[in-house]
């Protein structure tokens, strides 16, 4: 299969997904989510793959956010639209019985901290950085940031991110417990292979009633993704939304 904003490959037991969005530093226009969540479903039946390594092309950026050129127009109905999908998204890398880890080899902001968050597990290079810069935009997140972020490391500290829109470094991650290990960039992809090869001599089996079992503690009847999606839907019907997005494009502060 081809696709217009990823590369894949297989390396030995890993398939390595790519988002190739270099010049735009990766971010995540509705295209790539979609082809992101096919080629994971598509990679299920594949008995050989034992792991799923997600990262960025470059060495500036993972994902720097949902593509805002592509949403500033949006209205409620569309914002709507636009969340749940993401939602739909998330939970398909989420629910990979396939191991899915991030290689966070840059800036991993918004839309891209929220994928980074989905996957089983995080690895960052030290030139990572971490936020949820949506804030500035006149929005929360959209891609159940305000729901994952709590997961990983509390709600105080979740709330300190989101309401200030703090970029931390990758040391800081660690120590919030939103990576599980920080190396240099150039041992990034052979210590997320490291693991996948852990893994490979794990019962498959076992390790996809895990990954269930895991996820379904989070599942319960928690309403906060439902309450995001419309949130974030509400939030594009605010002069705080346009003044946002116009001025992340008009590369200017923005004036609330
Ligand atoms: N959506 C759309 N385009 C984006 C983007 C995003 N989330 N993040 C970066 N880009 C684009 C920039 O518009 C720029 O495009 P251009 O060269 O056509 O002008 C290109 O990527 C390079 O980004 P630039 O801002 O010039 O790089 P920088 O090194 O000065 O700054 C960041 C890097 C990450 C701090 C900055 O790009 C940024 O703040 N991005 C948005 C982060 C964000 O708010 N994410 C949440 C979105 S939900």
């Known amino acids: 299969m081809s696709y217009n904003n990823i590369v894949t490959h297989y390396e030995g ?3 390595i997904i790519t988002i190739n969005r270099e010049n735009k530093l990766n971010a995540l226009n509705y295209e790539t989510l979609q082809e992101i969540k096919d080629v994971i479903l598509s990679v299920q039946e594949n008995n050989s793959v034992r792991g799923i390594i997600l990262t960025g092309a470059g060495t500036k950026a993972f994902a720097a956010g949902a593509d805002i050129s592509e949403f500033a127009e ?3 109905i569309q914002g709507t639209k636009l ?3 993401g939602h739909e998204v998330m939970n398909t890398i ?3 019985t396939i191991p899915v880890i991030a290689a966070v080899n ?3 902001l ?3 901290c929220e994928l980074a968050m989905a996957c089983h597990i995080r690895i960052a290079s030290e030139n990572a950085k971490f936020g949820q810069p949506e804030v500035n935009l006149g929005i929360p997140p959209g891609y159940a940031g305000t729901q994952r972020l709590v997961q990983l490391i509390g709600k105080g500290k979740a709330l300190e991110m989101l309401l200030s829109a ?4 990758a040391q800081q991650a660690l120590s919030y417990g939103m990576v599980s290990k920080v190396v240099p960039i150039e041992q990034l992809h052979k210590t997320c292979m490291e ?3 852990l893994y490979a001599s794990k019962s498959p089996s076992a390790i996809a009633m895990i990954i269930r079992c895991v996820n379904s503690h989070f599942e319960s009847t928690n309403p906060g993704f439902e309450k995001e999606i419309s949130e974030f839907g509400r939030a594009f019907g605010t002069k705080d939304f346009k003044e946002g997005t116009s001025a992340f494009i008009e590369k200017r502060k923005p004036n609330y």
């Open 110 to 112: 918004g839309g891209g």
């Open 195 to 197: 693991l996948v090869n």
């Open 74 to 76: 949006f209205d409620t």
């Open 106 to 108: 840059g800036f991993s």
């Open 94 to 96: 989420e629910q990979s």
């Open 83 to 85: 969340s749940a999908e």
């Open 13 to 15: 037991h890993a398939f």
């Open 166 to 169: 703090e970029i931390i470094n």
